[in-house]
């Protein structure tokens, strides 16, 4: 378990890293000329935030104090279902299912809607359960056969929501309590709001109309109103810009006070779009990879 970035003040440079053993509780450090911080955007928060010395008493290259603020995340709260009458003799066999996806059309090139940002629809169709066709569950080929008769065919679609960076969304380290390696344990301070909320009634509002003119009847609408954490897609917290006041990354993903220090996971981040970030946190490592390799045969890190 990463406890924490080792900083050498007479270099001012971080040198390693502390590990505590999962089973035996002992402590390891490991030595580097560069670090990549990549444990998830927010165990990266907490990494940096143990991260402590003389030099930074409130974590790794915070000095402008925003380490851990402007919390991101997707919002998944609404979905939706309906049935499609008819199509009963008709099957198609498929080996990888897919999800259709509908790109974000909500503020593209103006602002038409009394909220900021949009949201990517997931949407995909289904045959009725096997209870509701009075199969029992079973094994072997006679069960792929029977889930492969024709039934009812249903739809569904839900949503994937920007969300707004602010300060007041925030990750901090416990004063007083820790996990059981001694390692502090991460308080998330996160939560919805107006805009959030209007974006949500925006796409039942909006799904609904889509299922209605595909035809499906019988449709459901839900607002799971589950809290942030429950889904995926957590970003910022060590967010990147060109001005350290600001900021905590450089364009580059390197922390503005220690430079041999990478972040190129979710915590870079300074807002969410609705799209799936992975491939772009791939992208932005490989970048920083690049960089960093270069600096480093200029010994300019």
Not at 25 to 40: D, G, H, K, Q
Request: proline share 3%; aromatic share 10%.
């Amino acid at each position: 378990m990463v406890h924490s970035i080792i900083y050498d003040e007479e270099k001012g440079r971080a040198t390693g890293v502390r590990v505590i053993n999962a089973q035996t509780n002992e402590a390891t450090e490991y030595f580097a000329r560069i670090i990549f911080v990549n444990a998830s955007a927010l165990n990266t928060n907490l990494i940096l935030l143990n991260s402590t010395s003389n030099r930074f008493p409130n974590g790794l290259g915070n000095d402008n104090g925003l380490l851990g603020k402007f919390i991101c995340f997707h919002n998944y709260r609404g979905n939706m279902g309906g049935d499609f009458e008819g199509f009963k003799d008709k099957y198609y066999r498929v080996t990888r299912p897919v999800e259709c996806i509908i790109a974000n059309y909500r503020n593209l090139h103006r602002q038409e809607t009394d909220f900021i940002g949009g949201y990517t629809i997931f949407s995909g169709a289904y045959r009725e359960k096997l209870s509701d066709k009075g199969i029992e569950p079973m094994l072997g080929a006679a069960f792929k056969e029977a889930i492969s008769e024709p039934g009812t065919w249903g739809a569904y679609m839900y949503m994937q929501g920007e969300t707004i960076p602010k300060a007041s969304n925030h990750v901090r380290l416990s004063a007083d309590q820790r996990d059981q390696w001694g390692i502090p344990l991460l308080v998330t301070s996160v939560g919805y709001d107006d805009n959030d909320e209007k974006m949500v009634q925006d796409f039942l509002e909006q799904g609904r109309a889509m299922l209605e003119a595909a035809g499906a009847v019988n449709i459901r609408t839900n607002d799971t109103k589950q809290p942030p954490g429950l889904d995926i897609h957590e970003m910022g917290g060590a967010r990147m810009g060109h001005d350290p006041a600001t900021s905590l990354l450089n364009k580059w993903n390197q922390l503005h006070h220690c430079q041999n220090v990478f972040v190129t996971d979710g915590a870079c981040m300074t807002s969410t779009g609705n799209q799936s970030p992975s491939i772009l946190y791939m992208a932005l490592t490989a970048r920083a990879a690049n960089y960093a390799v270069e600096r480093l045969k200029k010994s300019e890190i």
